[in-house]
């Protein structure tokens, strides 16, 4: 590993502690699922490295906001394109995220899917991350599909899937598979394909 990327773990690390004593665990999962992926993604290892430290600014940066419900949003990042997506009590809160959002310095887009609405429930985030688990098993055994490619995230009941497939051929077999499942009411792709010719493992 390069010094430099060394530098960049410790300082992940150490927003990691502080977002862990102020942020729902849904939250940090996510971003330890992104680092533990680094090396066969098709991002590679640096470039999964950096979304995850993006990633780690985005959820202190929004600490600070402190929103009630924060626990509800979601945070997804991949090459640098941000998914927002859960509740949030008001427009109003709902834009100063997203002004907060594009001042972090790395963010090149945003996919807003953040709805006004009420908290929501714990039974219902137990259904979410359930059903999370299901998809990502069901990708993750499915020939031609490069799992680690993707980040999976369940919200209401809604499906968003990123990441960067390694060809047209995987990401229109990803695109088929995905979009047979039945039991999903709402699938929201995400998916650019890879500009080099460079495949990884799964």
């Known amino acids: 590993m390069l010094e430099e990327e060394r530098c960049l773990l410790a300082r992940i690390i150490n927003v990691f502690v502080v977002s862990f004593l102020t942020t729902s665990c849904a939250i940090i999962s996510t971003v330890g699922s992104l680092a533990g992926s680094a090396s066969t993604s098709t991002r590679g290892f640096s470039g999964t490295i950096e979304d995850t430290y993006l990633m780690s600014k985005i959820v202190s940066k929004i600490t600070l906001m402190r929103l009630s419900n924060f626990s509800n949003i979601t945070v997804s ?48 985030k137990a259904e979410d991350f359930i059903f999370e688990a299901k998809i990502v098993n069901r990708l993750l055994f499915e020939p031609g599909i490069f ?49 080099t010719n460079n495949k990884n493992g799964r």
Not at 89 to 104: A, G
Not at 158 to 168: A, C, L
Request: proline share 2%; glycine share 8%; charged share 25%.
């Open 77 to 124: 990042v991949i090459n640098g394109k941000v998914l927002l997506a859960g509740n949030i009590k008001s427009q109003e809160k709902r834009l100063e995220l997203i002004q907060k959002v594009w001042q972090i310095q790395g963010v090149e887009a945003i996919f807003n899917e953040v709805e006004i609405g009420p908290q929501i429930p714990l039974s219902e």
């Open 147 to 195: 799992s680690n490619n993707y980040s999976v995230d369940v919200v209401n009941g809604n499906v968003y899937i990123m990441g960067i497939s390694s060809d047209i051929e995987e990401k229109t077999k990803l695109e088929n598979f995905v979009g047979n499942m039945n039991d999903i009411k709402k699938l929201i792709l995400l998916v650019d394909i890879q500009k």
